[in-house]
């Protein structure tokens, strides 16, 4: 079984930076793909940014230009986030997975781990 734990999730103003990191403990590891999803209360999750080993990212567009995602050892994920807008409020979760290929779709096909979330709020 994965473990995930992210941090960083912090309160700024717009137009503000934060980097949000996930380190993945247990087995297997150096799993296919990592990503970063987000969720709003009433709204369905969304993917924002996966990576997978070959370290070729795919982004959801609103955050193209803006956000930045990188894996450090095989089970860390950081997401670099600039510039940062209100609509980028919400709990953003740490998934991981080891499906075929990386996808911004949270179906389970793709991802098998989650992490608890960190709460980014951006103020207008």
């Known amino acids: 079984q994965v473990q995930l734990v992210e941090s960083g999730g912090d309160s700024v103003q717009s137009g503000g930076s934060l980097r949000l990191s996930c380190t993945a403990s247990g087995h297997p590891t150096n799993n296919a793909c990592m990503g970063w999803f987000r969720q709003v209360p009433g709204k369905a999750r969304e993917g924002v940014a996966v990576i997978g080993r070959g370290g070729d990212p795919i982004y959801r567009d609103d955050v193209k230009g803006r956000f930045t995602i990188s894996r450090g050892s095989p089970d860390t994920v950081s997401l670099q986030m600039n510039s940062l807008e209100f609509e980028d409020t919400a709990m953003y979760y740490c998934?991981?997975?080891?499906?075929?290929?990386?996808?911004?779709?949270?179906?389970?096909?793709?991802?098998?781990?989650w992490g608890q979330g960190t709460q980014v709020t951006v103020s207008s």
């Open positions: 998934a991981a997975g080891n499906a075929d290929s990386c996808s911004l779709s949270g179906a389970y096909y793709y991802w098998q781990y």
